[in-house]
């Protein structure tokens, strides 16, 4: 993988058509990157390759950049072996966060640490063309933040609010974002920065981020649900996150809560999204004030982050809603806990920044609608990555890619 057989150049790298890498050597980069610091000889015994393969692969990654030898570690008899460390900074990743009303990215280097990260709202839902230069004008503002070479780019993973088919990644449901028709953002992005850009769901995306980075580190079955403008949930299975079959799982927002509630933007009526959405929290709060009319929210204009700082500073109304939201919240958990019974639940996205004060109803709604042992085996946590973490989990997808085939490491000009 790592030595390309054309000259180094200053030529687009990834480009070039390398020879498939041998099937050692995601296993010593993997095991490098896992450890962080390592010995030749250590690699050797943990993988069973013989010594004279883990030099020669050795070899390879210190003249990718992606490995250096940093100085000589603990002897265990003989001579002091010399250690061998995973460049974190070989390479960096964009991550860009799409979502129904706000556009954000986060550029990583190849441990998951934010670089530079940009936020904006915008009406993305409605204005496809405006959202796609705003994503643009934020990918130019956190390279130039960063201010590295662009060609230690790995490319773009961008997360969207749509369910996303693995066999048709780039095209997006129109009818969660009919405006968006005929639109494919992979493609555009893909075209306009001339890096490679993988897109997924957003909510597989943070669960994604907390299964390497967060609460789900440890936890091979949990499920994470965000909560924003819409709500989603993505899942971890024995390690690895669950899509389904065309990769609508997870679209917990349109369970039906109450059958002959609200009517929802997906034609069903009583989807949980008509409860606990941004819209459908601000509309309740705004039903509220009639009867709470000394609400710090009374006679202003508010979103939801104000609804939330409100609640946080112990406004009534505003704890009345988040308590109803916990409450519709909490039905669709404990039939979620049911179903899959996993381990962790990790609450995501802006809402999740309430803490205990959406979490402490939240259980207790559970603890009455589950089974015993469904409801005693989970603890639901909130996310350990907040509001940046599907951009990390956008930006982590194109890690995972490389780390099982190094080729997608800009490897020949790391080392530069
Ligand atoms: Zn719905």
Not at 261 to 269: A, N, S
Request: glycine residues 12%; aromatic residues 4%; positive net charge.
């Amino acid at each position: 993988m790592v030595k390309p057989r054309t000259p180094r150049r200053r030529v687009a790298v990834r480009k070039v058509e390398l020879p498939p890498p041998r099937p050692s050597v995601p296993g010593v980069l993997q095991l490098t990157w896992r450890e962080r610091q390592i010995s030749r000889a250590e690699i050797a015994r943990r993988t069973e390759l013989s010594r004279s393969t883990v030099s020669d692969i050795v070899d390879e990654l210190l003249e990718s950049g992606l490995v250096a030898e940093v100085g000589a570690g603990e002897s265990r008899g003989g001579r002091r072996p010399i250690v061998l460390e995973f460049r974190d900074e070989a390479g960096v990743i964009l991550g860009i966060d799409l979502g129904a009303a706000h556009a954000a990215v986060a550029l990583t280097d190849l441990r998951g640490a934010v670089l530079a990260w940009e936020h904006r709202k915008h009406p993305v839902r409605e204005d496809p063309a405006g959202a796609l230069d705003l994503m643009t004008e934020l990918v130019e503002s956190v390279l130039k933040t960063w201010g590295g070479r662009r060609d230690r780019l790995l490319g773009a993973g961008l997360a969207v609010p749509s369910p996303v088919d693995p066999g048709h990644p780039d095209d997006l449901c129109e009818l969660v974002l009919p405006a968006w028709k005929g639109i494919s953002p992979g493609q555009v992005l893909r075209k306009r920065f001339r890096t490679p850009v993988l897109v997924d769901n957003d909510a597989n995306l943070g669960a994604l981020a907390e299964r390497w980075w967060g609460a789900g580190r440890d936890v091979d079955d949990f499920a994470y649900i965000k909560l924003a403008t819409g709500i989603g949930a993505g899942f971890s299975f024995g390690g690895q996150i669950y899509r389904g079959a065309k990769g609508i799982a997870g679209e917990i927002g349109h369970l039906a809560i109450d059958p002959s509630g609200p009517l929802c933007v997906c034609g069903l009526r009583g989807c949980l999204a008509t409860f606990v959405g941004s819209q459908a929290l601000i509309q309740r709060a705004t039903e509220l004030l009639e009867t709470h009319p000394g609400s710090a929210l009374a006679g202003r204009r508010f979103g939801v982050t104000i609804l939330e700082d409100a609640a946080l500073a112990g406004d009534p109304l505003a704890l009345r809603v988040v308590g109803e939201a916990a409450n519709a919240l909490g039905i669709a958990v404990a039939g979620l806990l049911n179903l899959l019974n996993p381990s962790v639940v990790i609450m995501g996205g802006g809402l999740s920044r309430l803490g205990d004060l959406l979490l402490e109803p939240l259980r207790q709604v559970v603890r009455v609608r589950t089974l015993v042992t469904s409801a005693e085996a989970a603890r639901l946590v909130a996310s350990a990555l907040g509001a940046r973490g599907v951009a990390i989990g956008a930006a982590t997808l194109l890690l995972q890619r490389a780390l099982s085939d190094p080729r997608h490491f800009p490897v020949a000009t790391a080392a530069r």
